[in-house]
């Protein structure tokens, strides 16, 4: 939604001034208070002023923008995500290489008896082929990072906040996990998707070539 | 913004029967027509129907989602690009790496007297350590993607533009370049600034938290 000049002039008339007639702003405006009472509408209904009965307009502090904050807010993490990779911890470094090119995949998954135990990025892979190790032997459990200290994201939640764990955290991927209680009461997470910065990308391609 | 129910049966009505006037839709709806007048108002205005006279309203095709996609396709490239990190085709494999860890960045992009050659992923470079090569002779040219097969983006394309090609073509980064045609005829690219699925989730978050 695009709004108008005159409505972008009587935004920054209620933003300065309100709360504010709409006589008030009609005068302003060197207009007629009929004129403008469609532009007022539309403001109001699209959350942008408030008429207070008695008082005037009052500028809610939403933009267009805000609409579109909106609309994205409302995407969770479990209507994007894509199917995970995993692989279990004992796997060789060089294994693990071969399965991120055969799966065309930046980060893995690494599990031990199904449940997350860490994750492996390209990064990590890359710098464990430098150090000089016999990759073929050492398994990928000694380069991953290990939990707690992976950074994981719930279904539910929203995808706004995916994205910002990413970007915050600087990394490329996160393990969708749910929390699984044992029966000795130990918690353990099993991974149920995987959210990169591909699918961000994805989603963001989506929302605009929308008609 | 959001639509009141009332808005989306409008809409619906429209859809299925337009054009139709706003009393033919205020008898379906069992409302009077000074009832629908600011819905009608809204719809219009934001685009999502069109009033025509003499005919009725007819439904436009728009939906809250594509005033979604239009605030996405205003923003261009140069917008939003970073600083681009560039090497000599000549430098090492090794001194590569080392680079991409120094500079903490993803792909890197080559280039032969200051004009881009190729691009280099971390994926090239784990190839080539992986290959046995002795990665501190070999210069980076010899595992890069070479022109003219590199995905370039220019600064007053529309960002959404970039977000498509790093999805339909599988890469992380795009140079973006100007081209400056040299005394001999000859075009080449210069290396202005960089798009990576970083630089989409960054925007993502940005559109997502506005308030």
Chains 1, 2 share one sequence.
């Not at 990779?85 to 599990?111: C, P």
């Amino acid at each position: 939604m695009e709004l108008t000049k005159r409505q972008e002039q009587i935004v920054e008339i209620v933003k300065q001034e309100g709360p504010i007639t709409g006589r008030q702003i009609a005068e302003k405006l060197s207009l007629i208070r009929a004129t403008l009472r469609p532009d007022l509408t539309l403001l109001t209904m699209a959350g942008i002023l408030e008429a207070r009965p008695r008082v005037g307009y009052i500028f809610t502090g939403k933009t267009i923008n805000s609409l579109v904050a909106q609309r994205i807010n409302k995407i969770k993490v479990k209507d994007v995500c894509s199917f995970p990779f995993v692989l279990d911890e004992q796997v060789s470094i060089y294994d693990a290489i071969v399965s991120m090119f055969m799966e065309d995949v930046g980060t893995l998954f690494i599990t031990k008896n199904g449940y997350l135990e860490g994750v492996v990025s390209r990064k990590d892979l890359l710098k464990a082929t430098m150090g000089g190790m016999d990759v073929s032997k050492v398994p990928v459990m000694v380069v991953m990072t290990k939990m707690p200290n992976v950074v994981t994201i719930n279904p539910d939640d929203p995808i706004l906040l995916a994205a910002q764990k990413l970007v915050s955290r600087e990394i490329d991927a996160l393990p969708v996990v749910e929390v699984k209680t044992l029966a000795n009461g130990e918690e353990k997470l099993r991974v149920t998707g995987r959210i990169t910065k591909t699918t961000i990308t994805k989603l963001f391609v989506e929302l605009g070539e929308t008609r």
